[in-house]
Nanobody
Framework: QVQLEESGGGLVQPGGSLRLSCAAS????????MGWYRQAPGKQRELVAK???????NYADSVRGRFTISRDNAKNTVYLEMNGLKPEDTAVYYC???????????????WGQGTQVTVSA
């Protein structure tokens, strides 16, 4: 079993900042990609940012330059620093990780339960 625990969501004014954290625990041998997705009401879940174990990052065009993703491999934790938040960033943010539970095993996708981010005056 693999668990992803997110924290750091909340209510913030436009232009403000938040930092999300997601810690993976359980049956983990190694983690390949870790990332953040979001889903706004009435919309499909979309990629926000992801980081591969070697450090390569990828961002959605809508957040590039405002959000920064990073990870601590020793802690199996991924972070999302969000600056210059806009009302359109309001959504439930989900952590995702591709985890290999034992050497030679397959990588499987795991999701956190989600954390609400609301940007409003």
């Amino acid at each position: 079993q693999v668990q992803l625990e997110e924290s750091g969501g909340g209510l913030v004014q436009p232009g403000g900042s938040l930092r999300l954290s997601c810690a993976a625990s359980g049956s983990i041998f190694t983690i390949n990609t870790m990332g953040w997705y979001r889903q706004a009401p009435g919309k499909q879940r979309e990629l926000v940012a992801k980081v591969i174990s070697g450090g390569y990052t990828n961002y959605a065009d809508s957040v590039r330059g405002r959000f920064t993703i990073s990870r601590d491999n020793a802690k199996n934790t991924v972070y999302l620093e969000m600056n210059g938040l806009k009302p359109e960033d309001t959504a439930v943010y989900y952590c995702n990780a591709y985890v290999q539970s034992f050497r030679g095993g397959s990588y499987y996708s795991h999701w956190g339960q989600g954390t609400q981010v609301t940007v409003s005056a």
